[in-house]
């Protein structure tokens, strides 16, 4: 019989307004709905469309790991959760365990309270510590904590507005239609009314499992835990997602901590012959396995399943947000498996594939380079179309602003120019891996080298520049380092056939896998969690782009920057000609780049002279908005617009125009303002200009030129992946050896061992020292 038990919360009168705005959201969102229960979600990202959600919680989430009482820190933070998300509009509803272990902790105090009274009666107080607690039985448990378990839900669901109700069923209410249609109104009922469920086992009067009684046909899964329970729950409430939260990060491919173990990120029907399972969670009557074919189950009904963490401290305040939001957590599980292979497998065989193009002959990788670099120039009709449709597509659009449509564009003179580069990259392949650094004789017959090696295996994310494909690829390969490629959507078609002519030249020496081009929907923050795989990230785009990636990659290293706020200071004695030119060319040439100049500092004395009349005159024709800085805002009656802030870029025609007294203040300001990308000065004096470029901490400092200078291919590297502010390994543009570390190699003739005694240290040193040196002076 199903036991039915509302406890809505006192303490919200219907007629409330926030209760009544909350029902007529629910309206007007039910009324917007519209999408069809035939089917699950065929990926991540379309998780944010759920709008009916069921969160399952298992006992080793609730309890606490001794088993006896609740985890309320844990359980508090799930329920923001839910209540957040039911707030937002969604039909939230709970299945949840806990009643035994809440029951347990209240009748083990009612015990020892009791044994402590009787014997403190009888025997005295010298046999308390002699007491023993009986095996208490689950359904007495169940009994006397439900109403705990429910009392306590309230309380924590009252803090955000929120109304629960308490549903408790067994197997047979499932197998009664009446039953079965009457829990069904009232769980709609309870949602049309805005008021979470919270659905559990009667495990007071529940019959023990029947073994072997998981899946009985397509239609009917016998209710035999509470995994069983959330899955015939969510199909019979055609729920859009159902969340299963476990004690661990998803479904391995094996048991959870073997040398093996590899947590799948998208499970599809087909792979149950692949798992291998473990055994079940401390607490609980199911294990993975029961998980796995209640989650198909449901899969099978029509409703998406991610099985997750909830136990995790570090992402349990957000891991049920985070897998709405579509978000790579725990795993998922769905019926569309794609058609090539996921992220995760490109990346082990972009490495597998990489490390044989670093072991490849340099000659080799330059004919690859080569091949790659004709390619260019023999199917530019292919490139040029696959680019005109990324062209017509982003103008018929019309979001792109003109900046970015340039990027976008590709021409057969840039294709030309491209395949000059790669030429260049080529020879420079020659002589770049396995380059002898140092060379050491540590001892008789034991010779240590530093050779260069590949760093391993990039990930390089750009946006909206097809260019930087081919160019990306080739430092890859010079340098033999695997590659993975993700793109803007802007130039997919371009991006796609660039990948297709950088695979055909990686063919000719079999690694055509070492450059991989990343074509599923995979989010930015879920590539940068692959940090056991990936070992350097360079991002190429935005400043938003840039900064995004640095806060997603907590594991791996970023090499790049996140803004360019380029400066070019005006000396006292410079020379009107030079700074005429200097001036629009960093400024106007190419406003979006990096190494643009976005602010102009002006020496004092040049402020009402002929030289500063021409500079704004220029500024003035060249269309370039000028915002004033403090300093320059008080000369002026009527000034510029003023900088709302000193560390702008601006990437367009705009800069500000700051005035400062010498030198050394244009420093000052340019170390407080700037972001160590490229700094320039224009003086005649070379004792001020030598100072500008001692004391100035920038990655590229110019005296004389234009700050568009800061560029691999101006540089003579061929190309760049990107221009780094980093202060260790790569800084500046960098080109083929910023993607190179180093390795030492010591080779013996096995009969020399390391002696760390003072009698071999002695020894090494009396061989090694130079001759006539006595070996204590060193000590």
């Known amino acids: 019989m199903l036991l039915l038990r509302l406890t809505l919360c006192s303490k919200i009168p219907l007629d409330s307004p926030r209760h009544l705005s909350q029902l007529l959201s629910r309206k007007l969102t039910q009324g917007g709905q519209g999408r069809a229960h035939s089917s699950s979600f065929a990926h991540r990202s379309e998780l944010r469309q759920a709008k009916r959600i069921v969160v399952k919680l298992g006992s080793a989430v609730v309890t606490r790991g001794d088993e006896c009482g609740l985890a309320l820190g844990r359980l508090a933070s799930i329920v923001e959760q839910v209540a957040m998300l039911q707030n937002q509009g969604r039909e939230m509803m709970i299945v949840t365990s806990g009643a035994v272990a809440f029951g347990k902790q209240r009748l083990r105090h009612e015990i020892l309270l009791s044994q402590s009274v009787r014997q403190a009666l009888h025997s005295g107080h010298s046999q308390l510590n002699d007491m023993s607690l009986p095996v208490l039985e689950a359904r007495a448990c169940a009994a006397a904590g439900q109403s705990g378990l429910m009392a306590l839900y309230e309380a924590?669901?009252?803090?955000?507005?929120?109304?629960?109700?308490?549903?408790?069923?067994?197997?047979?209410?499932?197998?009664?239609?009446?039953?079965?249609?009457?829990?069904?109104?009232?769980?709609?009922?309870?949602?049309?009314?805005?008021?979470?469920?919270?659905?559990?086992?009667?495990?007071?009067?529940?019959?023990?499992?029947?073994?072997?009684?998981?899946?009985?046909?397509?239609?009917?899964?016998?209710?035999?835990?509470?995994?069983?329970?959330?899955?015939?729950?969510?199909?019979?409430?055609?729920?859009?997602?159902?969340?299963?939260?476990?004690d661990v990060e998803g479904l391995y491919?094996?048991?959870?901590?073997?040398?093996?173990?590899?947590?799948?990120?998208?499970?599809?029907?087909?792979?149950?012959?692949?798992?291998?399972?473990?055994?079940?969670?401390?607490?609980?009557?199911?294990?993975?396995?029961?998980?796995?074919?209640?989650?198909?189950w449901a899969l099978q009904g029509g409703t998406s399943v991610v099985i997750a963490n909830g136990t995790n401290p570090k992402v349990t305040g957000h891991v049920i947000t985070d897998i709405v939001e579509g978000k790579k957590v725990g795993t998922f599980f769905s019926e569309f498996k794609p058609a090539g292979p996921s992220v995760e497998e490109q990346t082990e065989m972009a490495r597998s594939s990489g490390r044989t193009l670093a072991s490849l002959h340099p000659v080799q990788r330059s004919e690859i380079i080569c091949h790659l670099a004709?390619?260019?120039?023999?199917?530019?009709?292919?490139?040029?179309?696959?680019?005109?449709?990324?062209?017509?597509?982003?103008?018929?659009?019309?979001?792109?602003?003109?900046?970015m449509l340039k990027r976008l564009s590709l021409s057969p003179a840039k294709?030309?120019?491209?395949?000059?580069?790669?030429?260049?990259?080529?020879?420079?392949?020659?002589?770049?891996?396995?380059?002898?650094?140092?060379?050491?004789?540590?001892?008789?017959?034991?010779?240590?080298?530093?050779?260069?090696?590949?760093?391993?295996?990039?990930?390089?994310?750009?946006?909206?520049?097809?260019?930087?494909?081919?160019?990306?690829?080739?430092?890859a390969i010079a340098s033999g380092n695997a590659l993975l490629l993700k793109g803007?959507?802007?130039?997919?078609?371009?991006?796609?056939?660039?990948?297709?002519?950088?695979?055909?030249?990686?063919?000719?020496?079999?690694?055509?896998?070492?450059?991989?081009?990343?074509?599923?929907?995979?989010?930015?923050?879920?590539?940068?969690?692959?940090?056991?795989?990936?070992?350097?990230?360079?991002?190429?785009?935005?400043?938003?782009?840039?900064?995004?990636?640095?806060?997603?990659?907590?594991?791996?290293?970023?090499?790049?920057?996140?803004?360019?706020?380029?400066?070019?200071?005006?000396?006292?004695?410079?020379?009107?000609?030079?700074?005429?030119?200097?001036?629009?060319?960093?400024?106007?040439?190419?406003?979006?780049?990096?190494?643009?100049?976005?602010t102009l500092l002006i020496h004092r004395d040049i402020l009402r002279t002929p030289m500063f009349d021409q500079i704004i005159d220029m500024l003035r024709t060249e269309r370039v908005k000028i915002h004033a800085g403090p300093r320059f805002a008080s000369y002026l009656t009527f000034s510029p617009s003023e900088a709302k802030s000193m560390r702008t870029e601006y990437g367009?025609?705009?800069?500000?125009?700051?005035?400062?007294?010498?030198?050394?203040?244009?420093?000052?300001?340019?170390h407080k303002y700037g972001s160590s990308h490229t700094d320039v000065i224009i003086t005649e004096n070379e004792d001020t200009a030598e100072k500008f470029l001692q004391q100035l901490d920038s990655a590229c400092v110019f005296w004389n030129a234009s700050s568009r200078f800061a560029d691999g291919y101006r540089f003579g590297l061929g190309a760049e992946v990107g221009i780094s502010t980093a202060r260790i390994h790569a800084r500046g543009p960098v080109g083929l050896e910023g993607l190179l570390t180093t390795k030492w190699v010591l080779r013996g003739d096995g009969h020399t061992v390391a002696d760390f005694s003072e009698h071999g240290t002695m020894k090494y040193l009396h061989e090694n020292l130079p001759a006539g040196q006595n070996p204590s002076s060193v000590f």
């Open 374 to 403: 004709d390619l260019l120039t023999e199917r530019k009709e292919e490139i040029l179309a696959a680019n005109k449709m990324d062209m017509d597509l982003a103008v018929s659009a019309g979001h792109l602003p003109p900046a």
């Open 415 to 475: 294709l030309n120019s491209l395949a000059v580069g790669l030429r260049q990259i080529a020879m420079a392949a020659q002589d770049s891996v396995g380059r002898v650094l140092r060379r050491t004789r540590v001892a008789h017959n034991l010779e240590l080298e530093q050779i260069t090696v590949p760093i391993g295996l990039l990930l390089v994310i750009f946006e909206a520049r097809p260019d930087c494909l081919p160019q990306v690829s080739t430092l």
């Open 652 to 670: 367009e025609l705009e800069c500000c125009m700051e005035v400062v007294d010498s030198m050394q203040e244009a420093i000052e300001h340019i």
């Open 156 to 246: 924590m669901f009252t803090q955000y507005s929120t109304c629960t109700a308490q549903v408790l069923v067994t197997n047979l209410d499932f197998h009664d239609d009446q039953k079965r249609q009457n829990l069904n109104s009232t769980l709609r009922e309870l949602l049309r009314m805005n008021i979470v469920p919270i659905i559990n086992t009667n495990d007071a009067v529940v019959p023990p499992p029947e073994p072997n009684s998981d899946l009985q046909g397509v239609n009917v899964i016998s209710i035999k835990d509470n995994d069983s329970l959330a899955a015939r729950l969510a199909v019979e409430m055609k729920a859009d997602l159902l969340i299963a939260l476990s």
């Open 253 to 296: 491919n094996s048991p959870p901590g073997t040398d093996d173990a590899k947590l799948i990120d998208i499970f599809y029907p087909g792979d149950q012959q692949s798992i291998t399972y473990g055994t079940k969670s401390r607490v609980g009557i199911g294990g993975m396995e029961a998980k796995v074919k209640a989650a198909l």
């Open 488 to 598: 803007g959507k802007e130039a997919a078609n371009t991006n796609r056939v660039l990948h297709q002519l950088t695979q055909e030249a990686l063919s000719m020496h079999g690694v055509k896998e070492a450059v991989q081009m990343v074509s599923t929907r995979e989010e930015v923050e879920d590539l940068c969690r692959l940090d056991k795989m990936i070992d350097l990230i360079v991002p190429r785009g935005s400043s938003q782009l840039v900064r995004d990636i640095q806060r997603a990659a907590k594991g791996i290293p970023v090499l790049g920057h996140s803004e360019g706020i380029c400066h070019v200071y005006v000396d006292s004695e410079a020379s009107i000609d030079k700074v005429i030119k200097i001036v629009r060319d960093s400024k106007c040439d190419y406003p979006a780049a990096c190494n643009a100049m976005e």
